[in-house]
């Protein structure tokens, strides 16, 4: 056999054990993170009206607030393990406490799932993890607001909080990238770090009341949210 023909049998022989060896770490490696991708992606231009930060405003727009609400649905999270950060435990068949069980406003519901899906598409698995995305801090919580007298817009389920632990209410920074808080807007979630300069675990569906000097005071709402 001459040169080239020797060249050629050592080729294929190196493609034949790559192969081999791909084939090898896809029989031992774990199956990915199971991802719901949306079954259309929501560009900026998708116009949401959202009511403004008032509980009269609100309670006309979502229905009035309860302790015990039937208007909850389920929501899904596009990876497979999901922290629960109030207890550290894991919710992935849907089961988690009395107060929550990780379900939102029926009126959010595939929204919020096709936003953090979109995320999750867009960081890709790990920079959703380094940045928090899958830590859940709750949505619907009967509460009044934190140093307030007014109920919080999660008295109605209109309003999330994710990884609380590294974005404290009195926080100034947040471990969120500006894409993913981009994509949260254009799925009509308001960020409550660019309303008040702090609180940047926090995202409402709701028109929020806006601090001076915070990033909305700047440059106002996003172009694709208009007030109900």
């Known amino acids: 056999m001459d040169a080239s023909g020797n060249l050629t049998l050592a ?33 900026p231009q ?21 302790k015990n609400p039937s208007y909850l649905e389920w929501f899904s999270f596009p990876t497979q393990t999901l922290l629960y950060s109030r207890t550290g435990a894991e919710l992935i068949n849907r089961v988690g406490d009395t107060r929550d069980d990780h379900k939102t406003h029926k009126l959010l519901a595939k929204r919020l799932e096709s936003a953090l899906a979109q995320i999750y598409v ?29 109920l919080s817009t ?9 990884c609380p632990s590294d974005n404290s209410y009195q926080q100034r920074s947040t471990t969120f990238s500006v894409e993913a808080i981009n994509i949260m807007e254009s799925y009509g979630f308001l960020s ?25 005071a700047t440059y106002g709402l996003p172009k694709n949210i208009l007030a109900a």
Do not use: C
């Open 11 to 43: 080729v294929s022989l190196i493609d034949t054990a790559i192969e081999d060896l791909q084939q090898t770490r896809r029989l031992l490696d774990p199956p990915g993170p199971v991802v719901k991708l949306p079954d259309a992606v929501a560009l």
């Open 46 to 66: 998708t116009i949401y009206k959202l009511p403004r930060e008032t509980n009269t405003a609100i309670s006309a727009f979502y229905g009035p607030p309860s």
């Open 122 to 150: 867009t960081l890709g698995h790990d920079r959703f993890l380094k940045e928090g995305w899958h830590v859940y801090g709750g949505s619907h919580n009967f509460r009044t607001k934190t140093g307030g007298s007014s």
């Open 154 to 162: 999660h008295a109605w389920g209109a309003a999330v909080d994710m």
């Open 192 to 216: 409550g770090g660019r309303a008040w300069s702090k609180d940047w675990m926090h995202f409402q569906a709701v028109i929020p009341s806006i601090s001076a000097g915070s990033y909305y």
